[in-house]
């Protein structure tokens, strides 16, 4: 062995990594505030498991929906700003954050979604049973109709303001639901309190939240304005999409589909993300008497491509997935744009509303096969999911054609 004794310099250098090595790993004392605060406070002293009960309490809030407006857009700028997420890109626009207010969870929409002895449909008297049109197109129990979940979140989010020429005009029935700060809302100010309660519960605001997105932007710039270490600790999502040629609809597949791919690396920040509720609405625009798009929409192989983006999100662990189709209120076939076909539109077609429906729009049945296929294909490998069909004794194959009960969808 040398006996050279090594230059000064490194004597130092070695002697002062052994001193902050040391320094790292001694036990810190601890704080007397910490100390005193853990001995005295009545809430610190509660046992833990009571202590995780009112933290769940003071968390938890409803599902909160996530909109990114324009700034310099006159007809959505609103006076209220929310500074908690930053800018994130290049177009200037600012994030909106509004409590749900629909009556029922994602949880149990799926539920009636599914079940196939749900009618709920009213009396009519032979004149109303004929018309084209009544309140039972609309209705579980119809052999078309699923609830839609857009119309179910109609009063969440407020419509665009209008242009000033026409606000004097513009009378709103009902207050619209105001945006939130997100800051106040999931309680943060809580967290700085204390260290131990810091400790303790940093991540349960975004552990016990669920966040629901309509739009693919708002999405994308969620994941990219989100602290990369808040990712793991998000466990609910919802996402809304629409299927259909319907260019002015900021939700459809094809947005949705070209942000999940590009997002890649940041969906993977949430691999905490557990549960995940899908809303898949078909918007029937611009649809002639052969339906083009329902011909677009009908093959299996076409089904899969409406929403291939999805495939991203199968990286993630989820444990629990809800799929509902559903038809486009707006479109010809929804509550609001029927009427609208029905006055204007039904010169151009060989039938009336019920014959084009007939021929046209999925049934509750197909629209379930959907569902399941999209639900399955998430959950592909999860042990113990066997889907809604293999349970309720179906197949997971498509429906046959049938031409009594004008199933139009092929294996």
């Given at each position: 062995?040398?006996?050279?004794?090594?230059?000064?310099?490194?004597?130092?250098?070695?002697?002062?990594?052994?001193?902050?090595?040391?320094?790292?790993?001694?036990?810190?004392?601890?704080?007397?505030?910490?100390?005193?605060?853990?001995?005295?406070?009545?809430?610190?002293r509660?046992?833990?498991?009571?202590?995780?009960?009112?933290?769940?309490?003071?968390?938890?809030?409803?599902?909160?929906?996530?909109?990114?407006?324009?700034?310099?857009?006159?007809?959505?700028?609103?006076?209220?700003?929310d500074p908690?997420?930053?800018?994130?890109?290049d177009?200037?626009?600012?994030?909106?954050?509004?409590?749900?207010?629909?009556?029922?969870?994602?949880?149990?929409?799926y539920?009636?979604?599914?079940?196939?002895?749900?009618?709920?449909?009213?009396?009519?008297?032979?004149?109303?049973?004929?018309?084209?049109?009544?309140?039972?197109?609309?209705?579980?129990?119809?052999?078309?109709?699923?609830?839609?979940?857009?119309?179910?979140?109609?009063?969440?989010?407020?419509?665009p303001?209008?242009?000033?020429?026409?606000?004097?005009?513009?009378?709103?029935?009902?207050?619209?639901?105001?945006?939130?700060?997100?800051?106040?809302?999931?309680?943060?100010?809580?967290?700085?309190?204390?260290?131990?309660?810091?400790?303790?519960?940093?991540?349960?605001?975004?552990?016990?939240?669920?966040?629901?997105?309509?739009?693919?932007?708002?999405?994308?710039?969620?994941?990219?304005?989100?602290?990369?270490?808040?990712?793991?600790?998000?466990?609910?999502?919802?996402?809304?999409?629409?299927?259909?040629?319907?260019?002015?609809?900021?939700?459809?597949?094809?947005?949705?589909?070209?942000?999940?791919?590009?997002?890649?690396?940041?969906?993977?920040?949430?691999?905490?993300?557990?549960?995940?509720?899908?809303?898949?609405?078909?918007?029937?625009?611009?649809?002639?008497?052969?339906?083009?798009?329902?011909?677009?929409?009908?093959?299996?192989?076409?089904?899969?491509?409406?929403?291939?983006?999805?495939?991203?999100?199968?990286?993630?662990?989820?444990?629990?997935?809800?799929?509902?189709?559903?038809?486009?209120?707006?479109?010809?076939?929804?509550?609001?744009?029927?009427?609208?076909?029905?006055?204007?539109?039904l010169g151009?077609?060989?039938?009336?509303?019920?014959?084009?429906?007939?021929?046209?729009?999925?049934?509750?049945?197909?629209?379930?096969?959907?569902?399941?296929?999209?639900?399955?294909?998430?959950?592909?490998?999860?042990?113990?999911?066997?889907g809604?069909?293999?349970?309720?004794?179906?197949?997971?194959?498509?429906?046959?054609?049938n031409?009594?009960?004008?199933?139009?969808?092929?294996?």
């Open positions: 062995m040398s006996t050279e004794k090594r230059p000064f310099a490194y004597d130092a250098a070695d002697r002062a990594a052994t001193r902050k090595k040391s320094r790292a790993s001694a036990p810190r004392p601890p704080n007397a505030l910490s100390a005193f605060n853990a001995a005295e406070s009545p809430f610190l509660l046992p833990a498991e009571l202590r995780n009960s009112i933290y769940e309490l003071v968390f938890t809030v409803n599902p909160i929906h996530v909109e990114h407006e324009r700034k310099d857009d006159p007809d959505v700028r609103r006076s209220y700003r908690v997420l930053a800018q994130v890109t177009v200037p626009k600012y994030f909106r954050f509004y409590l749900c207010q629909a009556d029922i969870s994602e949880a149990e929409a539920r009636r979604s599914i079940d196939t002895t749900l009618d709920e449909r009213i009396a009519l008297d032979d004149e109303e049973a004929t018309q084209d049109l009544h309140p039972n197109h609309w209705r579980m129990g119809d052999r078309f109709h699923i609830d839609s979940c857009k119309e179910r979140h109609k009063a969440c989010i407020p419509p303001l209008p242009p000033a020429w026409l606000s004097a005009q513009t009378q709103l029935t009902e207050p619209p639901n105001k945006p939130i700060s997100l800051k106040h809302t999931l309680t943060l100010s809580l967290l700085r309190v204390c260290a131990q309660i810091h400790t303790e519960a940093h991540a349960l605001p975004y552990t016990l939240s669920h966040f629901s997105f309509r739009h693919a932007a708002a999405f994308r710039a969620f994941l990219s304005a989100l602290p990369p270490r808040h990712g793991p600790h998000l466990r609910e999502f919802t996402l809304c999409m629409t299927a259909g040629e319907n260019p002015t609809d900021a939700a459809r597949c094809a947005r949705w589909n070209t942000h999940l791919f590009e997002s890649g690396a940041r969906v993977a920040r949430l691999r905490g993300l557990r549960t995940l509720h899908l809303s898949l609405t078909i918007a029937h625009h611009e649809m002639g008497a052969d339906g083009p798009l329902r011909a677009d929409l009908a093959a299996p192989a076409q089904l899969d491509m409406w929403v291939v983006g999805l495939g991203r999100l199968r990286e993630l662990a989820l444990q629990e997935v809800t799929v509902v189709v559903t038809d486009d209120p707006g479109s010809r076939f929804g509550i609001d744009g029927a009427q609208t076909v029905r006055k204007y539109m151009h077609f060989h039938g009336s509303w019920g014959a084009m429906r007939e021929r046209e729009c999925f049934t509750a049945g197909e629209k379930r096969w959907w569902a399941e296929r999209m639900r399955g294909r998430l959950l592909w490998g999860r042990k113990g999911d066997e809604y069909y293999t349970s309720a004794g179906h197949h997971r194959t498509s429906p046959q054609y031409s009594s009960s004008n199933s139009r969808l092929s294996r």
